[in-house]
């Protein structure tokens, strides 16, 4: 009696399967890029300037794993004020400036919640406002 030996079928890796119609995120990429942080900036307003002058660069395709032959990850977004198409590009900074930045913009947050507690948030001169001993409690 000879006993058949059956190969099994070597295993393939399967690309996680994300079910279709469950709720995700629609500005994501796969890949995150080391050393940055990523941002999704709408061309409207000067504001692809802006991030470039902050230090903002384009993602390429490439560098998250894409094999588009755009110049850069976009996405539809919405549309601009006259109707046309409004893009929203990814964007990279150094992590390290990245975080810099985060203090600046806490620091200023910090100042407002201060004058919150104080009671003095858009105080005028004769303004009379009624502040309880230890300041405003915000929970």
């Known amino acids: ?19 279709f119609g469950v709720p995700r995120a629609k500005l994501t990429v796969a890949n995150q890029i080391q050393g940055f942080h990523l941002h999704v900036v709408n061309d409207e307003g000067g504001r692809i ?9 384009f993602v390429l395709p490439a560098e998250v ?23 929203g590009y990814l964007m990279k900074i150094r992590e390290d ?5 985060q203090k600046a913009v806490n620091a200023t947050q910090d100042q407002f919640d201060i004058a919150i507690k104080k009671g003095t ?7 009379h406002r009624y ?3 230890g300041g405003i409690s915000i929970k």
């Open 1 to 19: 009696m000879t006993k058949e030996i059956q190969e099994t079928p070597a295993k393939v890796e399967q690309k996680k399967r994300v079910p």
């Open 49 to 57: 300037s802006q991030a470039m002058e902050g230090g903002y660069e």
């Open 65 to 87: 794993g894409s094999d588009s032959k755009e110049s850069h990850v976009k996405w539809l977004v919405g549309k601009q004020e006259d109707g046309s198409a409004l893009f």
């Open 97 to 101: 400036w990245y975080e810099e930045d």
């Open 121 to 127: 948030l858009e105080q005028s001169p004769g303004d």
């Open 131 to 133: 502040v309880p001993d």
